[in-house]
C-alpha cells in the first residue's frame, strides 16, 4: 500500500476554499456591502460539504476495515477516543464562540441580532452533536449554522463503527453497498422524512466507503480508469462545480449522480496506479491539513472583516469592485491565519495524543505501516 495519497490534501483545501468564497458573498449581500456571486463556483458551498462526506467515509471506514482485516477486530474506544480528540476541541470552541458572539458581544455593540431559540435548548442541541436540527429549525447564525455538517459526520460514526466491529468482514462490502442503495431510496422515496429534513446524508460516506473497501480488496479495475477516464471524469467535476450543467437534475437524480461521480473521482486521483497529475506542492498541502479550522473559523473571521469595512468610512470611497476583491483577499487570509495558529497551538497537543490509540505496529501485517493507518483516518471537513 503507498505510503503516501497523493492529491487528497490539496482537495480540502479546495473544498474548504469553495465553502468560504460561497459564503462571504453571502454575508456582503446580508449586511449591505458590495458583493460578487455570479458566478456558479460562488453557489457550490454545499457541494463542498458533499466531497467531504464522501472523503470522509472513503478514508475513515476503510480504516475501520482495515484493522479489522488485520487484527481480527474493530478498537470501538480507541476509534471514538481518536475522533474525539480531532473533531471535539475546536467544535466546542467555535460553539462557545458562537453563543457568546451572538448573545454577549452582539448586545454589547448594538448588532440587531434575532435569537428565536431557547438558549439552552440550542446548547444542547449543539453539544449533542445535532446541530443540524438546530440549523433547520432556527436557523441560529452562520457561525453555528455551519455546524450541521459535522453533526452529520459524528452521528454517521456513532453507528457505522459499531456496525463495522459486528459485521463479518466478508459481508462488510455488501453491507455498505446495501446501505447506499436503501438509505438512498429511505431519503427520497420513503414517508419517513426526518433524514431529509435535517440533511442525513448518510448514501454520501457509505459510498465513499465502499469505493475504498472495493480498492483494498481489489475490485475496483472498473472505476479506475485510463488516463482518457480520467480527464473526462476530472472535467465532469470541474463542470460540476463551474457550471449549472447537473443543476438541471430532479434533486433525487442529482444526489445519486453526485455521490457517484464524487466516490469514483476521489479513487481515481488517490489510487490510480496511472493518474494523471499529483499534487506535491507543499503549502498546498498544510492548506489541506488546516482546512478543517479553515472551515470551522471561516464565519468567525469573515464577520470580523466584514464589521470592519462597515465601521471604517474610508473604504466606502474605494469603487465597489476593489472593495470586494478586498474583502475576499482579507477574509481568505484572515481565516488562512487563524486556521493556522489553532492548527499549532490548539489541535496540534490532541492529535499527538491521537498515537497513543492506534494499533500497536506489532499486530499489523506487514504492507500496512502505523503512518499508513494514520493517514488512512485523518479526513472529512474535520
Known sequence: MSKKLFNLDPLRFFLAFLVLIFHIPTLCENMGLPFYKGLPIFHRGTEAVLVFFTLSGFLIIKSLFVEKDLTGTIRIKDFYIRRILRIYPVYYLVVLLGFTIYHVVFPMLDIPYEADYNIGEGLLLCIFFLPNVFH??????????????????EQFYLFIAPLAFLLPKKRFLSFLATFTIVFFLIFYYSPITYFKDYYSLFFYFSFGGLVAIANYLKLDKAILFNRVGQILLTLLVIAHFTTDLFKTLPEPAYHFVSMLLFGIFVANIS??????????????????????????????????????????DYWTILPNAVQIILINLIAIAGTILVAHLSFKYMEMPFLKLKEHFRQSPKKEKKGLKKKDNKMLEDSSVS
Open 136 to 153: 433547520v429549525n432556527y436557523e441560529p447564525g452562520g457561525i453555528l449554522d455551519i455546524l450541521w455538517s459535522i453533526g452529520i459526520e
Open 271 to 312: 489510487y490510480n496506479p496511472n493518474p494523471i497529475f499529483q499534487i506535491k506542492n507543499k503549502a498546498l498541502n498544510y492548506l489541506g491539513n488546516i482546512s478543517y479550522g479553515i472551515y470551522m473559523y471561516h464565519m468567525i473571521v469573515v464577520y470580523g472583516v466584514l464589521f470592519l469595512f462597515m465601521k471604517v
